[in-house]
């Protein structure tokens, strides 16, 4: 079965500086993709950055970025430039891609147990 | 185009009652997840449908829990003679029958006193 591990329960970051938060899975699957989601204290569980596993390339979007390192099943998120609307649980998601007719998980998300995240003025 | 719609936002049910959760999917969007959160924890799968098919439950408890997804009208997850441990934020998700990527909806925290 696959999982989703966030060895940081905790971790807080001076506004404008950088932070990364760690993510490692386990899975025997060649095809997958990963996400982070962010939850804010309203609750609502946004999508931060999404990578294809088949893609070498780190997703990236404006002040966040991954260091996707396949063969160590890693995928870690880079804040940059933190702000304080940046405060919020962070949460690592493993999905494989949707296969009809598979009798297995088809395209549900399996999420690590999350980061809280302060960031401090 | 409107978010994914879950209500009601907070419900309150007593032991042995039933709760109703609803999920509207945003257009366009055929297939919907639910998920779990309890205090302090990541988000559990249950269960995901498309139109009137239940295409994996494997994360749905055997008894008193249920879902359908309609042909006409919202999702609905359903939880029979609800228990103190059913406490939990239940999340709504849906995505379009090509992509890979799920919008969850504002979530329903179920309290049960």
């Known amino acids: 079965a696959q999982t989703v591990t966030q060895s940081q329960p905790e971790m807080s970051v001076q506004e404008a500086e950088t932070v990364t938060l760690s993510c490692t899975y386990d899975?025997?699957?060649?095809?997958?993709?990963l996400f982070w989601y962010k939850q804010p204290p309203s609750r609502q569980m946004i999508l931060v950055i999404r990578?294809?596993?088949?893609?070498?390339q780190n997703a990236t979007e404006n002040r966040f970025s991954v260091n996707f390192q396949k063969a160590a099943k890693s995928f870690s998120l880079k804040i940059s430039d933190s702000q304080l609307g940046d405060t919020a649980m962070y949460f690592c998601?493993?999905?494989?891609?949707?296969?009809?007719?598979?009798?297995?998980?088809?395209?549900?998300?399996?999420f690590g147990k999350g980061t809280k995240l302060s960031v401090k003025p | 185009n409107a978010g994914v719609m879950q209500n009601p936002r907070h419900l309150v049910r007593r032991r042995g009652q039933e709760a109703r959760l609803r999920c509207s999917p945003m257009?366009?969007?055929?297939?919907v997840y639910w998920y779990r959160q309890l205090p302090e924890e990541g988000l559990k799968f249950m269960v995901y449908?498309?139109?009137?098919?239940?295409?994996?439950e494997s994360g749905m408890p055997k008894e008193r829990f249920s879902a359908e997804f309609p042909k006409e009208g919202p999702s609905i997850l359903r939880i029979q003679q609800v228990v103190r441990g059913d406490s939990a934020a239940y999340f709504c998700?849906?995505?379009?029958?090509?992509?890979?990527?799920?919008?969850f909806g504002p979530g329903t925290r179920l309290t049960v006193t």
């Open positions: 257009k366009g969007h055929s297939h």
């Open positions: 449908l498309q139109k009137e098919n239940i295409i994996d």
């Open positions: 899975t025997s699957e060649n095809n997958y993709y």
């Open positions: 990578q294809e596993a088949y893609k070498q």
């Open positions: 998601a493993f999905m494989n891609p949707r296969r009809p007719n598979y009798g297995g998980s088809q395209g549900n998300l399996i």
């Open positions: 998700a849906s995505s379009p029958p090509t992509q890979y990527e799920q919008y």
